[in-house]
């Protein structure tokens, strides 16, 4: 039996305990590539991420259909997005740390009351009107773009510091928009890997439904933006709680560029950053 922690579910035949559930995916990311994801369950989790921290959630195995192999990594891996809503089981019955995805219900995400509320009282909406967008994007270098971008959208000195280094080492010193490496593309080198969450087709639809080219630099920024606020697994709770530069480079390295090389590098140019635009 490949289900994880199998050997805690008591029941020989689970069918007469079952307990179902209906969540939210938040994280697709396997990092064993083994198809699992990471749920919010309904009822059962917090929905506030200071209360349960997505990275914590219980990794969730999924079905495949029969015409996959289903052994030996032979067959497609599972394509749910973060925000996709799904329906499974707990293998265990009541105790209900063994979650199982059967399927997912089609959705459209509206606005809560509540993100209406804010978006009416705040700028976030001028980043859908190209007529507005200049407002945010103002600097000689790209670095300063980026730094004033952040600023402009809430972030401290430090936290658009802590970005902008890590955007450095990805992308260049001139943080290039058009860098492609080894299936890696833009200001954050997302990649166009299936296993690897695929964060670059998400780039690319991004900017289509806004009728942006996500080869501009101004595009991506707002992807960035936009990816910190939507998935709270890529870390924002973890840089916002950070003290100082250097915790603040380290979350964004490791929660939100996937990476935790060149640290070093990382910190100093995020300094560098700081010194000269803070």
């Known amino acids: 039996m490949s289900i994880t ?150 972030f401290t000195a430090e936290q658009s510091a802590a970005i902008i280094g890590n955007l450095v080492v990805e992308s260049g010193t001139n943080i290039d928009p058009l860098k492609v490496s080894n299936n890696n593309y833009g200001i954050v080198q997302w990649s166009a890997i299936e296993t690897a969450g695929n964060r670059f087709v998400l780039l690319k639809s991004f900017a289509g439904q806004r009728n942006l080219n996500w080869q501009d630099y101004k595009t991506q920024l707002m992807f960035v933006l936009n990816e910190l606020r939507t998935y709270s697994y890529l870390g924002l709770n973890k840089l916002l709680k950070a003290e100082d530069i250097v915790e603040m480079t380290k979350a964004v390295a490791r929660s939100y560029i996937r990476r935790d090389n060149l640290m070093d590098t990382r910190i100093t140019y ?9």
């Not at 050997?7 to 020989?12: K, V």
């Not at 809560?112 to 507005?132: C, G, N, W, Y």
């Not at 995020?270 to 803070?278: Q, V």
Request: proline share 6%; net charge negative; hydrophobic share 40%.
């Open 270 to 278: 995020a300094k560098d950053t700081l010194e000269r635009l803070g």
């Open 5 to 154: 922690n199998a050997a805690t579910i008591p029941y020989f035949f689970y069918g007469d305990n079952m307990r179902w559930w209906f969540g939210i995916v938040v994280n697709p990311n396997d990092p064993q590539m083994l198809g699992r994801m990471q749920v919010r369950i309904y009822g059962i989790h917090p929905e506030k991420v200071a209360d349960l921290e997505s990275e914590d959630l219980p990794w969730a195995q999924t079905l495949i259909p029969t015409t996959e192999g289903g052994v030996s990594g032979i067959g497609k891996m599972g394509r749910l997005l973060p925000g996709a809503k799904v329906m499974g089981m707990f293998l265990d019955g009541e105790s209900s740390q063994i979650p199982f995805i059967i399927g997912a219900v089609h959705t459209i995400e509206d606005p809560s009351p509540v993100q209406i509320e804010k978006l009416a009282a705040s700028e976030d909406k001028s980043l859908t009107s190209q007529s507005l967008l200049s407002a945010f994007f103002n600097g000689n270098t790209n670095a300063e773009i980026a730094f004033n971008f952040f600023m402009a959208n809430t």
